[in-house]
């Protein structure tokens, strides 16, 4: 006889607890869901019973209750300890890499979650440890799965698969190499099966659009696509030298977050220009090629200026709640001006090392953005506060309308 599935959340925000119940008790009545709030439970004790969960669903930034990654590493040897799908807001490919390697099975970000994506993962996770999910059909990850170091994917001639380096809800991203030059490469793969999802698809053309139109030292570089017998897929450049959100330990020097504000709103004037907005700028997807040239990168819910605002299902976001701007969070469209207010959000942040907007929920965060007034920064960093209060301006017809504008105007902040 089957059972239940049992799933133990561990995640500090009480809205994207409540909104996976819900997930679960719409979708999948055979999974019973446990809530652990970190930062008020702490670290489970070494007599905490993993045993009695066929799934860990673990958050990667656990508020005042520490780090994911670190609880995973500290408590994945423990005796029962279930199968571990780190769930995260801000990760990467980089987060996704030390989660894997740390036993994960698997990584979604949580804008990228859905109902049908959830439910997935819970019983493809779990299945080793539950006897309900063991009658469930299995995924198809022909495409998803790399055979040994040398094995060349089905259906992807010219390309030798390394290693697995990220994940995303319909995708997943191996750094491989290219037999013709030896050049190494991220290989972004999207079954054939999941574009059946229109959105999927057109998510995967329109990051292959706005990578073909855009050439800058400042926006990551295109290599190859096509669609081959059983999936679609991207090579792009790999750049291996980390992410912003890892650089940033607190406060940059002062000349440092300048220098690399300059370079993302010169990366920006080149998409603009190319007649892309990116509608999702954060330092997640702001790279690094080598020590300090500052890349743009995961064009996937960038679209056309000249499109209309895309429908979406109602209640979704398009973006991440920190770095959205007002017109984003009112579910208004977008243009350029969205983009340079992402990007104001961000320089805050490496000036100061907090983000100006901050909140307990995704609903708080997106009211301060539409209503709060701007931070004020410290005397020392007073200069800059006219450049800042222009990109996070409320009204978009009050900042600059370009990038090059943007530019100049920081210019004239610099000491």
Not at 126 to 145: D, E, F, I, Y
Not at 216 to 243: K, N
Request: glycine share 6%; proline share 5%; hydrophobic share 40%.
């Amino acid at each position: 006889m089957s059972r239940d599935i049992n799933v133990l959340l561990v995640d500090d925000c009480p809205d994207f607890r409540a909104l996976v119940r819900h997930y679960l008790r719409q979708n999948a009545p055979d999974v019973t869901l446990t809530d652990y709030d970190p930062e008020v439970q702490g670290l489970p004790a070494d007599s905490f019973r993993w045993s009695r969960y066929d799934l860990l669903l673990l958050d990667y930034q656990l508020g005042d209750g520490g780090d994911g990654l670190s609880w995973l590493a500290e408590l994945r040897d423990k005796d029962g300890f279930p199968p571990t799908v780190l769930v995260t807001a801000q990760g990467n490919e980089y987060v996704a890499v030390r989660a894997l390697k740390l036993g994960a099975e698997d990584y979604i970000r949580k804008q990228d979650l859905t109902a049908t994506r959830l439910v997935e993962v819970v019983r493809e996770a779990s299945r080793g440890r539950s006897p309900a999910a063991a009658a469930v059909p299995s995924v198809n990850k022909t495409t998803l799965q790399p055979g040994p170091e040398e094995t060349v994917v089905r259906g992807i001639n010219g390309y030798r698969m390394m290693r697995k380096i990220g994940a995303g809800t319909q995708s997943r991203i191996y750094l491989a190499e290219r037999l013709s030059d030896d050049l190494q490469v991220a290989l972004k793969i999207v079954a054939i099966s999941a574009m059946d999802d229109e959105d999927v698809l057109r998510r995967f053309e329109r990051e292959v659009n706005a990578l073909e139109r855009i050439a800058s030292p400042h926006v990551v570089r295109l290599f190859d696509q096509a669609f081959a017998d059983d999936c679609g897929y991207i090579a792009m450049e790999h750049l291996p030298g980390g992410d912003l959100r890892e650089r940033m330990d607190g406060q940059f020097d002062e000349d440092v977050a300048v220098d690399w504000m300059r370079q993302l709103l010169q990366g920006l004037a080149v998409i603009h220009s190319a007649g892309v907005i990116h509608r999702d700028l954060k330092p997640t997807n702001v790279l690094f090629r080598g020590a300090d040239t500052l890349v743009i990168a995961d064009f996937g819910i960038s679209r056309p200026i000249d499109t209309d605002t895309e429908h979406t299902t109602e209640g979704m976001l398009l973006g991440t709640p920190a770095y959205m701007s007002p017109e984003q969070c009112l579910g208004d469209s977008v243009d350029a001006r969205s983009d340079l207010y992402s990007a104001g959000v961000m320089f805050v942040e490496m000036l100061t090392g907090l983000r100006p907007f901050r909140g307990r929920s995704v609903a708080a965060i997106l009211h301060q953005h539409v209503h709060e007034p701007i931070p004020r920064l410290d005397a020392t960093l007073a200069h800059q506060q006219p450049f800042v209060d222009a990109l996070l301006s409320k009204q978009r017809a009050d900042r600059p309308a370009t990038a090059g504008e943007a530019l100049e105007l920081m210019q004239a902040s610099v000491h």
